[in-house]
């Protein structure tokens, strides 16, 4: 089993900067991990993957180009920093990992349904 636990998240002023960090325990997450967010009366959505090896990396669209996400396997810990914020970033983010060893070593996916092990959550306010 792999538990993930957030942290990081807070209030920001809009155009501030915030870094998340998802450290996991249990097994090496030798997966792709992803974040995702979900806003009040939204539907979860997709924000950035990475790849176990390779540091291969996917943005939504909403995102790319202020947010950035990396990982340290050493520390099993996925991170993401977000720039530029905008009121319409808020939302609670989650960290998500796949099936340890499961994936190919620079794979990675926007599907929910192919993660397997989910955090607890972060609120990230980011005020006008």
């Known amino acids: 089993q792999v538990q993930l636990q957030e942290s990081g998240g807070g209030l920001v002023q809009t155009g501030g900067s915030l870094r998340l960090s998802c450290a996991a325990s249990g097994r090496t997450v030798s997966s792709y991990m992803a974040w995702f967010r979900q806003a009040p009366g939204k539907e979860r959505e997709f924000v950035a993957t990475?790849?176990?090896?390779?540091?291969?990396?996917y943005y939504a669209d909403s995102v790319k180009g202020r947010f950035t996400i990396s990982r340290d396997n050493a520390k099993n810990t996925v991170y993401l920093q977000m720039n530029s914020l905008k009121p319409e970033d808020t939302a609670v983010y989650t960290c998500?990992?796949?099936?340890?060893?499961?994936?190919?070593?620079?794979?990675?996916?926007?599907?929910?349904?192919?993660?397997?092990?989910w955090g607890q959550g972060t609120q990230v306010t980011a005020s006008s």
């Open positions: 998500a990992a796949g099936e340890p060893g499961s994936s190919g070593l620079y794979e990675y996916t926007t599907l929910p349904e192919r993660y397997n092990y």
């Open positions: 990475i790849s176990w090896i390779g540091g291969r990396t």
